[in-house]
């Protein structure tokens, strides 16, 4: 999961009514081919499960704005194009609860709906993956990227890259900045453990030392006997190499803010470089708490969050979506307005979306040819993004007294490139 924040990272410039859903289909149709765009387009429906309240509210809101602007922009496309038709979507609440994000999924399907975008979270696509095999619907989540719904066959596309490119991202740059060994600290959940797991793996991987750490259950309120077993690890960590550099990794939530207060008062772990997950990248509870915003700075937390992308139209959606709701959106919502395009191409190449197979076999096509406001999309064999992702880390930083996150390095990876760490401010202690 993705942290959030509000007026942090602001683009300038001026938008050209008229010209930013062409801007975007544009992109979408740089080597789709041309007889798949000749078809004349009836009414078209696709379904949306977003999390539009509950924990993941903010996350939903920016992608259902994104989903309203990519149906506004593909029906502004085919009114131009003269193929007419209409498309529109059917959204619906899961509230970030995998049974309720079920009952809505049954209640498209009521509906007639073969074709979902989302869900948003790992548990609500793992248990929406059941119901949608066994009826023919396709998934297309936004959000999800957890590695143990990485399969080959099923019914779900995700477009987000994997927590396990996650995990290569902040462990690369760990060790780039001289951690030599890392001491894991981390809830103990699906997204914890996982998160947990690959991370000491690379770390290992790149010449690094991982010790045990110190896992916690998720309802966990005092941190104390945690955090003092996590002090005498890093301690023993220190003594036990003559130029040992030690780092803290933390996998958690909104917990890492009365982590972070008593952990300021420790030395053992005051004194070391702290790493996040993207659960704490631009994470508000931080900033709006003054001692964790303190704790923070002094350990220079460094989370990693789903880059932006570097084409111009990124920006310009971006935006688009800031003005309407006043949250800095997750690089998820422009995500789910590239879904939005390629699910509406692929409908286009195979005649509509009832056709199960045929739109399934061709939505990968399509996906392997489409440059999306967040790159190319390709996929790779098991449905998930093969390529052109990146990670920002972002740290905190205070300028007469404000708190505010800044990006601090990038993981790139480009078609075609090698994988580049790039350090732009914030160097650690």
Same mark, same amino acid.
């Given at each position: 999961?993705?942290?959030?924040g509000k007026?942090?990272?602001?683009?300038?410039?001026?938008?050209?009514?008229?010209l930013?859903?062409?801007?975007?289909?544009?992109? +979408?149709?740089?080597?789709?081919?041309g007889?798949?765009?000749?078809?004349k387009?009836?009414p078209?429906?696709?379904?949306?499960?977003?999390?539009?309240?509950?924990?993941?509210?903010?996350?939903?809101?920016?992608?259902?704005?994104?989903?309203?602007?990519?149906? @506004?922009d593909?029906?502004?496309?085919l009114?131009?194009?003269?193929?007419g038709?209409?498309?529109?979507?059917?959204i619906?609440?899961?509230?970030?609860?995998?049974?309720q994000?079920?009952?809505?999924?049954?209640?498209?399907?009521?509906?007639?709906?073969?074709v979902?975008?989302?869900?948003?979270?790992?548990?609500?696509?793992? +248990?929406?993956?059941?119901?949608?095999?066994?009826?023919?619907?396709?998934l297309?989540?936004?959000?999800?990227?957890?590695?143990?719904?990485s399969?080959?066959?099923d019914?779900?596309?995700?477009?987000?890259?994997?927590?396990?490119?996650?995990?290569?991202?902040?462990t690369?740059?760990?060790?780039?900045?001289?951690?030599?060994?890392?001491?894991?600290?981390w809830?103990?959940?699906?997204?914890?453990?996982?998160?947990?797991?690959?991370?000491?793996?690379?770390?290992?991987?790149l010449?690094?030392?991982?010790?045990?750490?110190?896992?916690y259950? +998720?309802?966990?309120?005092?941190?104390?006997?945690i955090?003092?077993?996590?002090?005498k690890?890093?301690?023993?960590?220190?003594?036990?190499?003559?130029?040992a550099?030690?780092?803290?990794?933390?996998?958690?939530?909104?917990?890492?803010v009365?982590?972070?207060?008593?952990?300021?008062?420790r030395?053992?772990?005051?004194?070391l470089g702290?790493?996040?997950?993207?659960?704490?990248?631009?994470l508000?509870?931080?900033?709006?708490?003054?001692?964790?915003?303190?704790?923070?700075?002094?350990?220079?937390?460094?989370?990693p969050?789903?880059?932006?992308?570097?084409?111009?139209?990124?920006?310009?959606?971006?935006?688009?979506?800031q003005?309407?709701?006043?949250?800095?959106?997750?690089t998820?919502?422009? @995500?789910a307005?590239? @879904?939005?395009? +390629?699910?509406?191409?692929?409908?286009?190449?195979?005649?509509?979306a009832?056709?199960?197979a045929?739109?399934?076999q061709?939505?990968?096509?399509?996906?392997?040819?489409?440059?999306?406001?967040?790159?190319?999309?390709?996929?790779?064999?098991?449905?998930?993004?093969?390529e052109?992702?990146?990670?920002?880390?972002?740290?905190?930083?205070?300028?007469?007294g404000?708190?505010?996150?800044?990006?601090?390095?990038?993981?790139?990876?480009?078609?075609?490139?090698?994988?580049?760490?790039?350090?732009s401010?914030?160097?650690?202690?």
């Open positions: 999961m993705n942290g959030h007026g942090v990272f602001r683009r300038s410039g001026v938008l050209r009514p008229g930013i859903w062409l801007a975007g289909c544009l992109l +979408a149709l740089v080597l789709v081919p007889a798949a765009l000749a078809q387009a009836g078209l429906t696709f379904g949306a499960l977003l999390p539009l309240t509950g924990p993941l509210a903010e996350a939903g809101k920016t992608s259902r704005v994104a989903l309203e602007l990519a149906q @506004a593909i029906n502004a496309y009114a131009a194009s003269g193929q038709g209409q498309l529109t979507f059917q619906e609440n899961t509230g970030g609860s995998p049974q994000a079920v009952d809505k999924l049954k209640a498209l399907a009521g509906r007639g709906v073969r979902v975008l989302g869900p948003f979270s790992d548990d609500e696509a793992e +248990a929406c993956l059941e119901f949608a095999e066994k009826n023919n619907i396709v297309i989540s936004q959000g999800s990227a957890g590695p143990f719904l399969k080959k066959g019914n779900l596309f995700r477009l987000s890259p994997s927590d396990t490119y996650q995990a290569e991202a902040v690369g740059l760990m060790r780039q900045e001289g951690a030599t060994t890392i001491v894991p600290l809830r103990g959940d699906r997204f914890g453990d996982d998160m947990t797991v690959h991370v000491k793996a690379r770390f290992r991987q010449g690094g030392e991982a010790v045990p750490g110190s896992r259950a +998720a309802e966990r309120k005092d941190f104390t006997p955090l003092d077993d996590l002090a690890q890093a301690a023993q960590a220190q003594r036990n190499g003559k130029a550099k030690v780092a803290i990794y933390f996998a958690g939530g909104e917990e890492i009365p982590i972070l207060k008593a952990a300021a008062k030395p053992e772990l005051a004194g702290w790493y996040g997950s993207s659960a704490t990248a631009m508000d509870a931080i900033a709006k708490d003054p001692e964790s915003a303190a704790a923070a700075m002094k350990t220079r937390l460094a989370s969050r789903y880059g932006e992308g570097g084409a111009n139209v990124y920006g310009l959606v971006e935006r688009r979506i003005d309407k709701t006043d949250t800095f959106p997750d998820q919502s422009l @995500a307005y590239d @879904a939005a395009w +390629a699910a509406f191409f692929t409908a286009q190449a195979v005649g509509g009832t056709d199960f045929r739109f399934k061709a939505f990968v096509q399509t996906c392997e040819r489409m440059y999306g406001v967040t790159g190319w999309l390709a996929l790779n064999e098991h449905g998930d993004r093969r052109d992702w990146d990670f920002d880390f972002w740290v905190l930083k205070n300028d007469g404000k708190y505010f996150w800044e990006k601090a390095a990038r993981y790139q990876f480009e078609p075609g490139t090698a994988k580049e760490l790039f350090l401010s914030g160097k650690p202690k």
